[in-house]
């Protein structure tokens, strides 16, 4: 019953974001390098109490961009326009992958969030990351 009660509490941590670095830059492989005029993405992986065994690899447009563990951020330089944002699992954790199609503008600077078990992609609100 206790280990029901545990993997229940667990799953209802909210993400959080306060404990974040860079992350590694050997696992940053596509859009560094910033642009005039170019539409700015950032992204975090969440920490969280379980998935800290597993990397989420993180696709713009179908490309394999960059490899986030919990608690890293990073920064991407894309043209302005239609996006699609792919998170897939590896390592310990078996999880799917989710995706979504983002609209980005030139000068705005949106939040993506990876949940920990890279479950989810959601919006951070502004000012919140």
Known sequence: MASAVLGLAACAQPAQHTYVHDAVSSRLFLYQPSSDGSAVLDVVRANGL???????????????????QQGE?????LVPGSHRL????????????????????????????????????????AGQS
């Open 50 to 68: 379980f998935g800290g065994g597993c990397a989420t690899e993180l696709k713009i447009d179908g490309r394999v961009v960059a490899q986030f």
């Open 73 to 77: 951020r990073a920064s991407f330089h």
């Open 86 to 125: 792919e998170a897939r699992h590896f390592g310990a954790c078996k999880a799917g992958s989710v995706s979504l199609t983002a609209e980005l503008d030139a000068g705005r600077h949106p939040t993506l969030a990876i949940g920990s078990h890279g479950e989810s992609l959601g919006w951070v609100p």
